[in-house]
C-alpha cells in the first residue's frame, strides 16, 4: 500500500467517499489509488471552482465532508472563491491538494507556489502529510478537523512522494466531535431579558436554521418573541409543515426598517448582524439604536437544545406555528418574471426538493413564490461570491440522488463556474438548472445608485452590461452536453418546469425575465 | 476628484491605460470614475480568470502593466491561477482589488477574508490604501514595483471609502527602473569558462528570449556554443529572419539525453533548469553530472549587454545564425493532426502573428511545424496552470490591435476559462481560436505511466477521460457569441484556418484530432 491508497483509506473509513476532483500530474498516485478503494466515488469537475462548490454542496446536505482533489498552489487557487462560500457556510470540506515530492519543491520548479500561505485565509486546519507514514493519522485529523464545530474547509497537502512511497496500511478512524449545550446562565439570561422586553427579537444563523432547531424556535414565536434568520443561511428548510421565519433583509436600510421598536435582539448560532457592504452614509451594524443584544449560543454550541431549553424557560406551547400548504391554483400566464417562475416551482416542484439560489436579483420573487410550497430545503450564497448555484447543485444531487434538486442561477453568476453543466451531463444528475437571463449584472446597477457613484456613462456601462453580445445560453448547455430549453413567457416556463419535474436527470432552462 | 478618480487618473499617468475588469458593489466607484477617465479602455471579463490572465498577455505584448479590477478576496482568488502563470513569466500587472470601507472591515461581513495573506504568493508588492489621500502615492509605487525587474503581479489594495472620499487630485509618476546589465567579472569567468569547455551550453529564459537578445545569443552559436531557451518561455520571437536556438525538453530524461556531453552551462536571465515534476527514480535537475554551471546574468539584468559583451569577449562575428523561411507548399491531406495543423498555421499566419499556446500535447506538433513560417511570436504556458490560452490572446490582442493573434488549446485547458470567448465576441478582437479536442488529459494519460502509477482502472479513467459526454465546443462558442467550425480533417481545417487568416475579428475554430 502506497501513501495515496493509505490516504483514500482512511478517508473512505471516516465515511468520506465522494471526491470533487481536477487532477494533475502531481496527483496521479491518488488518482490511481482510487481503483483501490470503490467505495470513494470519483466526480470530475472541468475547473476546480465546480469541485470546491460542489463539495460544499455535498456537506451542507450529507453532513459530512466530501474531499476534493486540486493540482497544487494554482488548482487551489481556481477553487478559492467557492471555498469562501463554504468557509461562511461552516461546511466540512477536506481538500487534498497535491504537491511536488518533498525534496523536489527546493528546486522552485514552475507549479510550486506557497501553498501553506495560500490555504491560510480559507482553512480552518492545513498540514503537509510529508511522509507517507504520516498520511493516515493526518487525514484522520483533517476528517474531524474540518467538523469544527462549527466546522469549515480544511487543506491537507499531499506531496507527490507521500503519494507513491509504501505506507502504514490501517486505516485512523477520528472521533467526530459533539457540540456542546450552551450554558444554562446563558439560557436563563436570555429567558429574563425576552420576558422583560417590549420587543423581541430571536436571530438564528446556522444550525439554528435546520429543521429541528425551527420546530424549537417556532415555540419562541407563539411566547411571544419575532424570529428572524440570516440572510443567508447553508441550509435552511421551508414550505408546508415547518415554521416559517422571518429573513433579514438583504439592504440595511430595510432591515432596520423591520426591526424598528425592537428593544432586544437575542442571536442563536449566529453573529451580531451587518450590513453586506458599507455606503456612504449609512450603518453598518444593523441593530437599532438602543437595542439590547444577548447572545443564547455559539456557532459551535448546540442550537436545539439551547432553543428548546429557552422555550421551556419562557413557558412557551409544546408546538408553534407551522407554514400551511398553498400553491398558487393558476398557472402564471403573460411576461415571464422572477415572480412568476416561482409560482411555476411552486406548482411542481416535488417534496424534499432541494433549491441551490444563486438568484441574485431574481431570488426574492422565487422566494415570495414558494414560501407555502411543498417542503424543500434552500441552500444560500453565504459568503457573496456568485457562482455557487450550479457546483452546490452537483454536490447535493450526489449526495441525495433521490431528491430533485433546483439551481437557480443569475446569468452573471451562472458564467462563473459554466463547466458545472457538463459534471451534470456525465453524472446524468437530477438536477433542473434555471438561469435568469437578463443579460445584466442588475445588482450592480441597483448598488451602483446606492454607492453615491452616480449615473453610468458609456465606460461604465460597459462593465454593468452583459448584453452586446446576449449570451445563447441554451446553445452553451446544449455544448456541454444537457437537454436546453429557452422560455420567453411565463405559459412556456410553466410547461418546461412542469416537464422538468415529470422526469429525472438534468435539464437546462433559459428563463428570458 | 474622489480616491477612485485619483487611482484611474495616476494609473493613466503611469500609462496603465487597459482595466481588465470583474467588478462587484465594493468597485462602483472605480466603475463610476472610468467615465472621467476615458484613456482607460475597461474590458468586462465574465470571470477574474480571464482577466488576470488578460492582463498577462497585455504586459507580455506591451511590456507594460494592465490593470485588472478585482472583487475582494473571492475576486482575487479567482485570478490567482493566472496570476501564478504571469508571476513565473515575470509579467507586470498591477491587480486592483476592492475591499470593504475601512470602518466596515471590523465587522466580517460576508464577503471579508484576510486579502492580505491571499495575495502574499503571487504578488511581489502588496498594499492596501487605507485613506483617500495615500491612493495617488501608493497607485505609482504599485506600477513602479511590478515593473521589478524582472516585474511581476502586484496587489493594490482598494477599500471602498478610500475610493469614495475626496482624494488629492495630482497624479503621481512613478520611475521605471533600469536593468543594470551584469558585471564585467561575470562576462569574463563565462567567456573563459565557455574557450575551455569542450561542449558548452548556453540556457536563455525571460528577457534573454527576446528578438534583441536573440540576435546576440546567435553570435554564441556562431562561436561554437549550443544555445537553449527554457522550456516555457513568456515571449519569444520565432519563425523566418530569426535565430532559432534549441529548446530543453519537457521531460527530464529527454533533456539530459541532450545534454549529453555537455561539460558547461551558462545561465542567461534564467536560472538551473529542473525537472517540471518529480517522479521516482527519476533526477530532479536537468543538468549532466560533472557539467559546471556558472550565470552570466540575472533575471533582473539586462541580457542583450550581457549577451553582445559575452559574444564580443569569444570575439564572435557580429552575426549568428538566422533561421531561413520555409513554408510547406502543399496543403496537409487526410486525417487531422497537430502537425497538420502546424503545417496549415505556417502556410497561412501572417507576418507578425503573436501564437497564445496552451494546447498541451498538441503544442509539439505546431511547433515543429512553424519552425520556419514568417516571423512571429509565441506567448508560452509559464507557471504550468493550463487554461491561459483564451485569456493571453485576449490581452495580446488589446495590446497589438494590428497583429493577428492565435489562440491555441488543448479542450481541457480551454474549459478553464471558456467565458474568455464571449470578451473576445465583445470586444471583436482578431483572435482565431483552436482548440484541439481529443475529449481527453491526454498530458495525465502519459504521466499516469511516467509516475509509476500503474493502468487506470474505471476509477482513475473517470478522472482522466473527458468523453462522456463530448463537449461540442461550436455549440458552446456559438452560444458565447463567436462564428465556430468544427474541422475533422486536414483539408477541412486548412480552409476554415485560411479563411479565418483572410478576416478580421474572432473565429474559433474545433479541430478533432
Given amino acids: 500500500m502506497n501513501g495515496a491508497h493509505a490516504l483514500i483509506s482512511t478517508l473512505v473509513a471516516n465515511e468520506v467517499t465522494a471526491c470533487f476532483a481536477n487532477p494533475g500530474t502531481s496527483e496521479m498516485q491518488f488518482v490511481a489509488a482510487l481503483d483501490g478503494v470503490p467505495a470513494m466515488r470519483p466526480v470530475l469537475c472541468q475547473f476546480e471552482g465546480v469541485a470546491t462548490g460542489a463539495a460544499d454542496g455535498y456537506g451542507r446536505i450529507a453532513d459530512?465532508?466530501?474531499?476534493?482533489?486540486?493540482?497544487?498552489g494554482p488548482g487551489y487557487g481556481n477553487g478559492v472563491a467557492n471555498l469562501h462560500n463554504a468557509r461562511r457556510a461552516f461546511t466540512p470540506i477536506v481538500n487534498v491538494i497535491g504537491d511536488h515530492a518533498t525534496y523536489h519543491r527546493q528546486y522552485d520548479a514552475p507549479l510550486n507556489s506557497d501553498i501553506a500561505t495560500l490555504v491560510k485565509p480559507n482553512s480552518i486546519w492545513a498540514k503537509s502529510a510529508d511522509s507517507p507514514d504520516a498520511v493516515a493519522g493526518l487525514a484522520a485529523e483533517a476528517v474531524a478537523a474540518s467538523f469544527g464545530p462549527p466546522g469549515g474547509p480544511v487543506s491537507f497537502i499531499l506531496p507527490a512522494d507521500s503519494a507513491w512511497l509504501p505506507a502504514k496500511g490501517e486505516p485512523v478512524i477520528a472521533q467526530r466531535p459533539v457540540r456542546p449545550a450552551p450554558a444554562g446562565e446563558a439560557v436563563e439570561a436570555a429567558a429574563r431579558a425576552i420576558k422583560a422586553a417590549r420587543k423581541p427579537v430571536v436571530l438564528l444563523g446556522g444550525q439554528a436554521c435546520r429543521a429541528e432547531a425551527l420546530k424549537e424556535a417556532a415555540r419562541l414565536q407563539a411566547a411571544g418573541a419575532t424570529v428572524f434568520t440570516d440572510t443567508f443561511v447553508a441550509r435552511q428548510p421551508r414550505g408546508a409543515g415547518g415554521f416559517a421565519p422571518k429573513k433579514m433583509p438583504y439592504f440595511g436600510e430595510l432591515a432596520l426598517a423591520e426591526l424598528e421598536g425592537v428593544d432586544l435582539m437575542v442571536f442563536v448560532g449566529t453573529t451580531m448582524p451587518v450590513a453586506f457592504f458599507a455606503y456612504p452614509d449609512r450603518p453598518s451594524v444593523l441593530v437599532p439604536e438602543g437595542c439590547a443584544t444577548l447572545k443564547l449560543c455559539e456557532r459551535s454550541e448546540d442550537a436545539v437544545a439551547g432553543l428548546a431549553a429557552l422555550a421551556d424557560a419562557l413557558g412557551a406551547p409544546k408546538q408553534g406555528p407551522v407554514q400551511a400548504l398553498a400553491l398558487p391554483e393558476a398557472a402564471p400566464a403573460?411576461?415571464?418574471?422572477?415572480?412568476?417562475?416561482?409560482?411555476?416551482?411552486?406548482?411542481?416542484?416535488?417534496?424534499?426538493?432541494?433549491?441551490c439560489d444563486d438568484a441574485v436579483t431574481s431570488g426574492a420573487g422565487v422566494a415570495a413564490g414558494t414560501a407555502a410550497a411543498r417542503p424543500h430545503e434552500v441552500l444560500a450564497l453565504t459568503g457573496g461570491a456568485i457562482g455557487i448555484g450550479l457546483p452546490l447543485a452537483i454536490g447535493a444531487a450526489v449526495a441525495a440522488p433521490d431528491r430533485k434538486v433546483l439551481s437557480l442561477n443569475g446569468d452573471g453568476a451562472a458564467m462563473y463556474t459554466i463547466q458545472s453543466l457538463w459534471t451534470m451531463a456525465r453524472e446524468n444528475l437530477d438536477v433542473t438548472v434555471v438561469v435568469f437571463a437578463n443579460y445584466t449584472y442588475r445588482i450592480l446597477n441597483v448598488e451602483m445608485d446606492r454607492t453615491g457613484a452616480g449615473q453610468a456613462g458609456p465606460s461604465a456601462r460597459k462593465l454593468l452590461d452583459l448584453g452586446d453580445p446576449n449570451i445563447d445560453f441554451v446553445s452553451v448547455a446544449k455544448g456541454l452536453g444537457l437537454p436546453a430549453v429557452r422560455c420567453e413567457s411565463a405559459e412556456a416556463f410553466e410547461k418546461a418546469f412542469a416537464d422538468a419535474m415529470a422526469q429525472r436527470g438534468p435539464m437546462f432552462i433559459e428563463a428570458a425575465i
Fill in 64 to 72: 459530512k465532508p466530501a474531499c476534493t482533489l486540486l493540482h497544487l
Fill in 334 to 355: 403573460g411576461k415571464l418574471t422572477a415572480y412568476a417562475v416561482g409560482a411555476s416551482i411552486a406548482r411542481h416542484m416535488p417534496d424534499h426538493a432541494i433549491i
